[in-house]
């Protein structure tokens, strides 16, 4: 289409999709420019400049957690169902740190470092290992 917003996220999705196919366990730890720069030439652009947007933050972390850690992205993943499903988690608490984390990771994401995705995460692993550990409703 002729939505540059869309079609840098399509092709960071792209990015994603062919690094799983030809690198499954990923590039490794912040290296998803390594992944956009062998997969760019491959997909046709409506705005020719998409080939240098979002060149090292994949324009969402879905699409950067998955080129950089491959299958293993899977854990994090799973914790983030996890987290969202446990019922021992207040609701209130998870609304507040699984709101920013989604946008991060599925609408606009700016890296691990920014934003307080990496944060946020950690509060939220945090908070659902203590659960494991308490097997009580942690209401604040």
Same mark, same amino acid.
């Given at each position: 289409?002729?939505?540059?917003?869309?079609?840098?996220?399509?092709?960071?999705?792209?990015?994603?999709?062919?690094?799983?196919?030809?690198?499954?366990?990923?590039?490794?730890?912040?290296?998803?420019?390594?992944?956009?720069?062998?997969?760019?030439?491959? @997909?046709?652009?409506?705005?020719?400049?998409?080939?240098?947007? !979002?060149?090292?933050?994949?324009?969402?972390?879905?699409? @950067?957690?998955?080129?950089?850690?491959?299958?293993?992205?899977?854990?994090?993943?799973?914790?983030?169902?996890?987290?969202?499903?446990?019922?021992?988690?207040?609701?209130?608490?998870?609304?507040?740190?699984?709101?920013?984390?989604?946008?991060?990771?599925?609408? *606009?994401?700016?890296?691990?470092?920014?934003?307080?995705?990496?944060?946020?995460?950690?509060?939220?692993?945090?908070?659902?290992?203590?659960?494991? @550990?308490? *097997? @009580?409703?942690? !209401?604040?």
């Amino acid at each position: 289409g002729k939505n540059l917003s869309l079609e840098v996220y399509k092709t960071s999705l792209f990015i994603a999709k062919r690094t799983l196919e030809d690198k499954p366990l990923g590039y490794g730890f912040n290296n998803y420019s390594q992944a956009f720069s062998n997969y760019i030439n491959e @997909k046709e652009h409506y705005f020719d400049y998409v080939q240098r947007l !979002n060149k090292y933050d994949g324009s969402n972390n879905f699409a @950067k957690i998955i080129s950089e850690f491959g299958v293993f992205s899977i854990f994090l993943f799973y914790f983030l169902f996890s987290f969202t499903f446990n019922k021992n988690i207040n609701k209130f608490i998870k609304f507040c740190l699984l709101v920013p984390i989604s946008m991060q990771l599925f609408a *606009r994401g700016v890296g691990y470092f920014n934003g307080g995705f990496i944060l946020f995460l950690f509060y939220a692993f945090m908070i659902w290992i203590d659960t494991f @550990k308490s *097997r @009580k409703k942690l !209401n604040f």
